[in-house]
């Protein structure tokens, strides 16, 4: 194995910044690169600034793709989708049809997972919804990536969030904390952060402000992943 070989991989193996011995001191620190897989609350429909736009105008160095769709579910992340629902327009997934996650294209060391409001609206199971967390993890484990959990954002009772699947959302949510926590995972802890219904423009989507902390919580969330 030639050096230059070596020191690349001990440069991949020491997180997002590099190591801390003397020799990757000497060189800058490894760009954070990192890939989103989020559903509307990261597309923040309706907002001037989306809560992707927020987390790179706070990170302006970190290079971000975002994979984002408006009403995509971990489900159909997991087995790949043509749309995220039955006749979604183009501009709710800017990428298109996709294959199933472990055929996804992806560059970042941190991959960032922020789906489950609409597991939870679809009233899926917690088992089911833990299985399909941990594929996920796996896929991105193997690629030597680092996975960072968001949580999922709570609701006020309303419309479509019956009190069935607001509970629902916290059994989800509960799921991605236990994972991360078993897991050594960073979590963003989003569902903690919610203050009530000025929070919701239409009792689902974010406010700006409120989506701007969520942005914060998640760019504190990928630099503990990457000391």
């Given at each position: 194995m030639t050096l230059a070989l070596i020191f690349a991989l001990v440069i991949l193996l020491t997180g997002c910044g590099g190591g801390s011995d003397g020799a990757s001191q000497a060189q800058p620190p490894e760009p954070v690169s990192v890939d989103i897989f989020a559903d509307s609350i990261a597309r923040s429909p309706g907002l001037p600034v989306?809560?992707?736009?927020s987390l790179q105008a706070a990170r302006p160095g970190w290079t971000v793709q975002d994979h984002s769709a408006t009403g995509l579910d971990l489900d159909a992340l997991v087995v790949g989708y043509r749309e995220p629902w039955p006749g979604a327009p183009a501009d709710a997934f800017p990428l298109g049809p996709q294959p199933r996650f472990a055929d996804v294209r992806r560059q970042g060391?941190?991959?960032?997972l922020g789906l489950g409001v609409n597991d939870a609206l679809e009233m899926r199971t917690p088992k089911r919804f833990e299985a399909d967390l941990r594929q996920v993890i796996q896929v991105i484990q193997a690629e030597g990536r680092l996975p960072v959990l968001t949580g999922l954002v709570d609701l006020p009772v309303?419309?479509?969030?019956t009190l069935e699947r607001i509970e629902r959302?916290?059994?989800?949510?509960?799921v991605t904390r236990a994972v991360a926590a078993e897991l050594g995972l960073q979590h963003a802890g989003w569902g903690q952060d919610y203050r009530g219904p000025t929070d919701v423009r239409d009792n689902v989507h974010r406010t700006q402000e409120a989506s701007d902390r969520l942005a914060l919580l998640l760019v504190a969330a990928i630099e503990r992943a990457c000391p």
């Open positions: 989306s809560l992707v736009q060391r941190v991959v960032v309303a419309d479509l969030f959302r916290r059994q989800l949510d509960a």
